[in-house]
């Protein structure tokens, strides 16, 4: 019945936390071959919500990119620098969701930002890029741990996820410097260091945020059985 479907999907995440070793196609046919309904009805429901677009996988999807937007244009910003925590829906999305979905809340979320602030430009693409790289390559990481990283994962991919989001926007700053005539060596590269140390100070806080953010917000999103 529903109440039996809903509590099923409702522990799933602390089935396939429990498999964390195992890859979920791996779990469930070891679970089919054993005979064991129960385990395999799991993870079949833990498994919906990252094969199936479900209404609550395309809702979560728009909250998670809504908030890159709104974080965006309320970021504290003066001259080329930009303190923000608009990456934050795009961990927290593609740790729980995968790939996929990161990018498309990457993707959506910064679009949104960009053409409510600048419109379209030749360079509006160079400021998406980052965020959905983001969404993609750690919702794959996600993905390959099973949707359950351990914390120091976690905090091994904010690291780098912060360092690459900083690369990629200076490259995006020294092009669209080029391209609309006002590149200057001190402006894209003089304040490259209080950026990186704003990078690093965001993957502390980010480290320290998520893993207690991560059961929270994932029992919120979570698919309940039809």
Not at 134 to 162: D, I
Request: glycine residues 10%.
């Amino acid at each position: 019945g529903q109440s039996r479907s809903s509590a099923l999907s409702a522990s799933g995440w602390e089935v396939v936390r429990r498999r964390r070793g195992t890859p979920h196609g791996a779990a469930a046919a070891s679970a089919a071959t054993r005979g064991d309904p129960v385990v395999a009805t799991v993870t079949k429901g833990v498994l919906k919500l990252h094969t199936k677009w479900t209404a609550r996988r395309l809702a979560a999807d728009a909250m998670f990119a809504a908030m890159v937007t709104v974080l965006a244009a309320a970021a504290i910003k003066t001259g080329n620098l930009k303190i923000t925590i608009e990456a934050m829906p795009v961990f927290l999305g593609a740790l729980m969701l995968g790939p996929v979905d990161g990018m498309v809340i990457g993707g959506i979320g910064t679009l949104l930002y960009q053409l409510l602030s600048y419109g379209v430009t030749a360079t509006t693409a160079l400021w998406i890029a980052p965020y959905v790289l983001l969404g993609l390559c750690v919702g794959a990481v996600s993905a390959r741990h099973g949707y359950a990283c351990t914390k120091r994962q976690l905090v091994l991919l904010v690291m780098l996820g912060e360092l690459g989001i900083t690369a990629l926007n200076t490259a995006s700053l020294y092009i669209d410097s080029l391209i609309y005539g006002y590149y200057s060596p001190v402006f894209v590269f003089g304040t490259l260091p209080l950026r990186l140390g704003i990078c690093a100070a965001k993957a502390v806080v980010f480290s320290l945020l998520l893993p207690s953010l991560l059961p929270l917000v994932r029992r919120a999103v979570q698919p309940h059985a039809n």
